[in-house]
């Protein structure tokens, strides 16, 4: 017995369409919306998002969705500088408009934290970033 009627074809072609890059900007500073943006400021809004947010922690973001930095608080710093730019390209390689991560800078500060800096490719341009661990 058939499950399905005859003369039924069920291959469907699929198409892939790109969604633009518009968001609403957020000022950090007085945590309002200022207004939309597209390309290269809204990646940057995209970048900071993906580093503020650790993975795994809230259940608004799927398991692929953010960093996975705050694992390296109290570590070595010879740990930090092998291990940290594998988590951030990690953490980047889920946003197909983010090309690369390179040049990674680190800077020690007083009372045991270290500034990273780095820089990240993306289809709109280039853009320098940082994180303090």
Do not use: C, H
Not at 11 to 21: A, D, F, G, N, R
Not at 89 to 109: K, P
């Amino acid at each position: 017995m058939a499950t399905l009627p005859d003369n039924v074809n069920l291959s469907t072609e699929l198409t892939y369409v790109s969604q633009p890059t518009k968001t609403f900007l957020i000022d950090w500073g007085s945590k309002q919306i200022t207004g939309t943006g597209t390309g290269l400021p809204a990646m940057r809004q995209a970048v900071e998002i993906i580093l503020q947010t650790e993975r795994y922690k809230w259940q608004i973001y799927t398991a692929n969705f953010g960093s996975e930095l705050e694992g390296l608080v109290g570590q070595e710093y010879a740990y930090i500088e092998g291990d940290l730019p594998r988590r951030i390209a990690d953490a980047f390689s889920v946003d197909e408009r983010i090309l690369g991560v390179e040049n990674f800078d680190f800077t020690l500060l007083s009372g045991g934290r270290m500034r990273v800096t780095f820089d990240v490719s993306t289809v709109f341009g280039d853009l320098s970033e940082g994180v303090t661990i």
